[in-house]
């Protein structure tokens, strides 16, 4: 695993995907590392859970001038954790999104 300081993500390879760069390290836990974005109103609800868990959590967004350009409606949220919040961001975010679906059909339980 490696990190890229340019674009705050974790690589696979020692090539970041996004930009390209050589990578010589992997992500320490003080690393923050991004993990999804999000539109209104999920946006404002991910980073409401997240600080609720006291995870120091940083928000880039994305002005409409920004949007504009890249094609995108609306504004949108980008959301970077510490390495070592990783997986328990993913895991509240995960929880955010699940309960925004309906339950199943009770015909389809088992
Ligand atoms: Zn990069």
Not at 54 to 83: C, H, K, L, M, N
Request: with cysteine.
């Amino acid at each position: 695993m490696f990190y890229c300081e340019n674009c705050y993500l974790l690589n696979e390879e020692n090539t970041c995907a996004f930009c390209g760069s050589r990578l010589t390290r992997g992500p320490k836990p003080d690393d923050y590392c991004f993990i999804g974005n999000k539109c209104s109103p999920w946006a404002e609800m991910l980073h409401g859970i997240l600080e609720d868990d006291y995870i120091p959590v940083i928000i880039r967004q994305w002005s409409p001038r920004t949007a504009a350009y890249t094609g995108e409606v609306g504004t949108r949220t980008d959301f970077f954790v510490p390495y070592s919040e990783l997986d328990h961001a993913r895991q509240l975010e995960q929880a955010l999104m699940d309960s925004s679906f309906e339950q199943p059909d009770p015909e389809t339980d088992e």
